[in-house]
């Protein structure tokens, strides 16, 4: 069942709360919380039975316990000693006491979105290279910059891609394309350079006859979205940046990273591809190693339907020597940083290098070790819930 009271919806199956249809940031204990007490509101519940219920009987002390019910009131516009949605009992624990409307329907029964497959339209660079680009959903315009593993068709169907558009593309027209040596573009275009990364986002802005627009920079598309944001402040009304970083890994000032680089160069070099290489197995456990067995399959496949091995190392060499750092601090518009915690391909290390340099951003730590998270963890739901509030405002 959904359940509404008041001005508030909360959606299990969604694993979304929402106040006025507009969605309200709750972290995953706080939401289970809430559903708790509101499926037991027939009873003061003890701290005994949230402890059970949340943290599955594990030792949590008093502050904790307090600090939980407290984010639950302040998600539902509640307080300590207000308490009109969730009653504090005196040495005998908590009720929900909101007025819960049951003529809402089971979340079942509502249709969960399936936005269309998307048609490809082309574009050209000015230096002659062909990159596709498409849109999906309606509504105010959000442009995911191209990562070096990009295949257009291949992404919106695949298992580690597709819940991210879906769910983006629900209150938003997504805009994705290829770059250059990637998916359905040109794979046959020499060189590949940073500026080549921005001249790319450029040409689909252009020929997709976008006046404003939010950024979704993931991974190195991170750096790509900043330059962009600093040259065209008025054009760009939100900067998403998740899982990304400003200076590439020869670029962070230490030796253990620029030996880091070479290595992994070696590995793709021998490795990129080919059916029975460990690189593809070691590939899938660095950016993804808690996915499903499905995502890592698809993941290890990307290596040959997304590019050839020698633009794989031609992107890579690039990626690794990018620095956008000096641009941070000139960011004008609202920014949101989210990143991994756990990440073993951009450390959480360069988010907050990056959230200490732009001003009045917003820094997210996400619950993971995966590079992008996956849309069965607990963490996917806080950051499509983050992303979706920061750009109502």
Request: negative net charge; contains cysteine; proline residues 5%.
């Amino acid at each position: 069942m959904t359940h509404k009271f008041g001005a508030y919806t909360l959606d299990p199956d969604r694993f979304e709360l929402t106040r006025n249809g507009d969605v309200v940031p709750t972290e995953p204990q706080v939401f289970a919380l809430l559903e708790f007490l509101i499926e037991n509101r027939d009873r003061v519940v003890s701290k005994d039975d949230v402890i059970e219920a949340i943290w599955d009987g594990r030792i949590v002390s008093d502050a904790t316990l307090s600090s939980r019910i407290s984010a639950a009131r302040h998600a539902v516009g509640d307080s300590g000693s207000k308490q009109g949605v969730i009653r504090t009992v005196s040495r005998r624990g908590f009720q929900f006491i909101a007025r819960i409307d049951d003529t809402v329907a089971p979340s079942t029964d509502v249709p969960k979105p399936d936005i269309p497959s998307p048609q490809v339209r082309y574009c050209t660079t000015p230096d002659g290279i062909d990159l596709p680009f498409s849109t999906s959903g309606q509504g105010p315009t959000l442009i995911k910059v191209a990562n070096w593993l990009n295949h257009l068709e291949h992404d919106w169907t695949s298992p580690v891609w597709r819940p991210l558009f879906q769910a983006l593309s629900v209150k938003h027209s997504l805009l994705r394309y290829d770059s250059r040596g990637v998916g359905l573009a040109n794979w046959d275009v020499g060189d590949i350079s940073f500026k080549d990364f921005v001249t790319d986002l450029e040409t689909v802005i252009e020929a997709s006859n976008q006046e404003s627009f939010a950024l979704l920079g993931i991974s190195q598309g991170a750096a790509i979205a900043i330059d962009y944001t600093v040259r065209n402040p008025d054009r760009v009304t939100h900067l998403i940046l998740w899982g990304g970083f400003a200076r590439g890994r020869r670029m962070r000032g230490n030796d253990e990273n620029r030996a880091e680089s070479e290595a992994f160069l070696t590995l793709m070099r021998q490795g990129w591809g080919k059916e029975n290489s460990p690189f593809r197995d070691m590939f899938a456990s660095m950016y993804l190693p808690e996915a499903t067995d499905e995502q890592i399959s698809w993941w290890t496949d990307i290596q040959r339907t997304g590019t050839s091995p020698d633009n794989a190392v031609r992107l890579r060499e690039t990626i690794d020597g990018i620095d956008v750092s000096h641009h941070l601090k000139h960011v004008q518009v609202p920014t949101l940083i989210i990143h991994s915690e756990h990440d073993m391909v951009a450390p959480v290390s360069e988010a907050r290098f990056m959230a200490a340099r732009v001003p009045n951003s917003h820094f997210v730590s996400l619950d993971s070790t995966n590079h992008l998270v996956m849309n069965q963890e607990d963490a996917w739901q806080r950051a499509i819930q983050e992303m979706q509030a920061f750009l109502q405002h």
